[in-house]
């Protein structure tokens, strides 16, 4: 079995989880994707480290990691992907990494809640988003820093800033010691390496705020487009792999569906193009902010080339969209179609 990232660019590090490795719930630390803007070269001594909340506070403060770890330990399962994971796989062309579907993946956080730290400095009446920095590199001539802001309603209710990962200190890749887990939403809001946290009385105007990380049409200016926020329903085929071959009879598709805040229903799976759909079955756990597992047992009755597309249902009875919504960045690629993935039966 493949146990390795499939490496996309050297520098900055990124690197997506092989499909083999998307077939179990918990997606191992050491296939989970790496994706960065930056780089981040040395590993900080806990010792020296201290995080500071400031700006829109009543009571500006700092915390060691010790002072952190002493806080009401708080335990979330989440998944979160790559903004641009899909990209690869839409009709059009889009500018960025090729993601194909492995910039996505699920762990179990251990951390606090961001709330408590911000109950502590009290943010005032003027407060409205929570920005994040860490202590990463920027690369390139522009030396622009990764920094992002969410709003601070997401930060006081479902954000998470995470220490381990699967059990383990959180990885150096993976933002060690703290990064920021906002739940059910996009990678680009899971700043790593973080040790500011600054509130404002509005969204952070910067870079990877305004220009990037917004879904946006040709022509038009991308801060007039939504940022990346939360993940939108989308379903992926983890086994078989595209243009496999794969003996008459009887063939077990494995998947995973998610969607930010949304609980996961149902997947149904279509071996005939879309024209007729079956349910498929869940295995594994079922967590809010995680994604289900699911298999559908596919008895090939004949030879030939097929298609096979799935699709996720939530609570709320929506369907994950059959096409893809593009945007010049080609984010949030959930289309059942881009993601079908054709075998030949022989
Ligand atoms: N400090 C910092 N945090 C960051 C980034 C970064 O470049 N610098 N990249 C973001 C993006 S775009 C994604 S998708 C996730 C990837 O997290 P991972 O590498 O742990 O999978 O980290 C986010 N947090
Ligand atoms: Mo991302």
Known sequence: MER?????????????????ALRSWITANAVFFCRNQSAMNSIVSLADWRITLRGEVEHPVEFAFDEILHMPRAIAANTFECSGNGRALLTEKASGNPWTIGGVGNAIWG???????????????N???????????PLGSAKIKFIRSIPLEKAMTSTLLAYEMNGDPLPLEHGFPLRALPLGWFGANCTKWLNQITVLDRPYAGHYMD?????????QDPLSGPPVTEIPLKCIITQPVPGETL???????????????????????????????????????????????????WEAKRKGRFSILARATDSQGNHQPMNAQWNVLGYGNNGVREHAVTVNVS
């Open 247 to 297: 003996p008459f009879g009887r063939i077990i598709v494995l998947g995973a569906a998610y969607g930010g805040d949304s609980p996961i229903a149902e997947v149904n799976v279509s071996v005939d193009s879309g024209e007729t759909w079956a349910p498929a079955a869940f295995i594994g756990p079922h967590e809010i902010h995680a994604w289900r597992q699911w298999q559908f047992v």
């Open 127 to 137: 407060a409205r988003h929570v920005v994040f920095e860490g202590m990463d590199e």
């Open 211 to 219: 220009r990037v990380y917004r879904f946006f049409q040709k022509g």
């Open 4 to 20: 390795k990232l499939s490496v996309l660019t050297e520098k900055p590090f990124n690197a997506q989880t092989p499909p083999e």
């Open 111 to 125: 951390g606090v809640w961001l709330k408590d730290l911000l109950e502590v400095a009290r943010p005032n009446q």
